[in-house]
């Protein structure tokens, strides 16, 4: 880059400080700064600990957005310091930003944290290769491109954890497994030489902790860097387990078949009937919200449901588009 094209602004960053060896609560201390159009948020954490503080902590190794260590948080939104530039960074959220670790109430010193629910639950998952292999094979487990196409670039993820702390489902349910540990699930499921895929699907399908809690708010599939996608994963998990029969009737799998019906059945969603068809007699706990949902017109009753103009049009891509039996 061209000295020449080089600006510089001035940027108060509002970092995060905590050492729990030494520190009952956390704090924030300012830095004021100018900022070059060519740095990156890990020449701000390199400048903060040489120029400033010896004793600010974080982690980085490979600067290449290939190990994940450097993943922190800026004015809220995951991402990898040595990936995000700050012109970026600034252009989104203006002159005063916040760094912050990838999760708060793990924080070990400053922007270090302790990873260990990340990797029990990426280890829960078996994120492996399970097969019967022959000890002394004549040749080579041949996998096509096209195979290879159906792991969706799942195989790039670092593990980084950025999706994994975004995650509000995860931050009110320790059980729940999380988007990086699907996604990595979906890597080996969705592999041709895997032999223990009604296995993995079977825990993945658990109550609390399986993939049924994911909440569809693709806060993962934002700050993912390397465009895992996990959302997408999940997706895919939820349609194996129909097609590979691993399904049971739950409330969730309920909740995913009436979808189908309503849209099949209006061209549009019936959400009173989806709760219903969901819950059951359990639909009664709803009443006071469904009251309320009524009198904004959010439901109607189900004489006077409407239905699309383009009904036969959707029920034909439903038809089509449908791989599992429901």
């Given at each position: 880059?061209?000295?020449?094209?080089?600006?510089?602004?001035?940027?108060?960053?509002?970092?995060?400080?905590?050492?729990?060896?030494?520190d009952?609560?956390?704090?924030?201390?300012?830095?004021?700064?100018?900022v070059?159009?060519?740095?990156?948020?890990?020449?701000?954490?390199?400048?903060?600990?040489?120029?400033?503080?010896?004793?600010?902590s974080?982690?980085?190794?490979?600067?290449?957005g290939?190990?994940?260590?450097?993943?922190?948080?800026?004015?809220?939104?995951?991402?990898?310091?040595?990936?995000?530039?700050m012109?970026?960074?600034?252009?989104?959220?203006?002159?005063?930003?916040?760094?912050?670790?990838?999760?708060?109430?793990?924080?070990?010193?400053?922007?270090?944290?302790?990873?260990?629910?990340?990797?029990?639950?990426?280890?829960?998952?078996?994120?492996?290769?399970?097969?019967?292999?022959?000890?002394h094979?004549?040749?080579?487990?041949?996998?096509?491109?096209?195979?290879?196409?159906?792991?969706?670039?799942?195989?790039?993820?670092?593990?980084?954890?950025?999706?994994?702390?975004?995650?509000?489902?995860?931050?009110?349910?320790?059980?729940?497994?999380?988007?990086?540990?699907?996604?990595?699930?979906?890597?080996?499921?969705?592999?041709?030489?895997?032999?223990?895929?009604n296995?993995?699907?079977?825990?993945?399908?658990?109550?609390?902790?399986?993939?049924?809690?994911?909440?569809?708010?693709?806060?993962?599939?934002?700050?993912?860097?390397?465009?895992?996608?996990?959302?997408?994963?999940?997706?895919?998990?939820?349609?194996?387990?129909?097609?590979?029969?691993?399904?049971?009737?739950?409330?969730?799998?309920?909740?995913?078949?009436?979808?189908?019906?309503?849209?099949?059945?209006?061209?549009?969603?019936?959400?009173?009937?989806?709760?219903?068809?969901?819950?059951?007699?359990?639909?009664?706990?709803?009443?006071?919200?469904?009251?309320?949902?009524?009198?904004?017109?959010?439901?109607?009753?189900?004489?006077?449901?409407?239905?699309?103009?383009?009904?036969?049009?959707?029920?034909?891509?439903?038809?089509?588009?449908?791989?599992?039996?429901?």
């Open positions: 880059m061209s000295t020449s094209n080089i600006t510089t602004q001035k940027v108060n960053f509002k970092v995060f400080r905590f050492n729990a060896d030494e009952y609560l956390p704090y924030y201390e300012d830095y004021n700064m100018d070059t159009s060519e740095e990156v948020v890990l020449d701000i954490l390199n400048r903060i600990k040489w120029d400033h503080d010896g004793s600010f974080y982690r980085r190794s490979c600067r290449h290939i190990c994940g260590a450097c993943a922190i948080k800026v004015n809220g939104r995951s991402t990898l310091a040595c990936k995000e530039n012109s970026t960074m600034i252009e989104l959220f203006g002159s005063e930003l916040t760094i912050e670790p990838l999760s708060i109430k793990r924080a070990v010193k400053d922007m270090i944290i302790d990873k260990g629910d990340f990797w029990e639950k990426h280890d829960a998952i078996h994120p492996y290769l399970i097969s019967d292999v022959d000890e094979p004549e040749h080579e487990h041949i996998v096509t491109p096209e195979e290879a196409d159906r792991l969706l670039e799942a195989d790039l993820c670092i593990q980084c954890g950025a999706c994994h702390y975004a995650c509000p489902a995860l931050e009110v349910n320790d059980r729940f497994l999380g988007p990086a540990a699907f996604a990595k699930a979906y890597r080996f499921e969705a592999d041709v030489r895997d032999q223990a895929r296995e993995r699907l079977q825990e993945l399908h658990s109550e609390e902790q399986g993939i049924w809690d994911c909440v569809k708010c693709f806060e993962c599939a934002e700050v993912c860097p390397k465009d895992v996608n996990p959302i997408d994963k999940i997706t895919k998990l939820h349609l194996m387990l129909f097609k590979e029969g691993v399904a049971t009737s739950n409330v969730a799998t309920r909740h995913a078949v009436g979808f189908k019906h309503s849209i099949a059945k209006h061209g549009m969603l019936d959400e009173g009937g989806l709760v219903l068809y969901s819950e059951g007699p359990g639909i009664v706990k709803h009443i006071p919200v469904a009251l309320q949902m009524f009198r904004k017109g959010k439901i109607v009753m189900p004489w006077n449901m409407p239905k699309s103009d383009n009904l036969d049009e959707i029920q034909k891509l439903i038809k089509s588009s449908s791989t599992a039996k429901f």
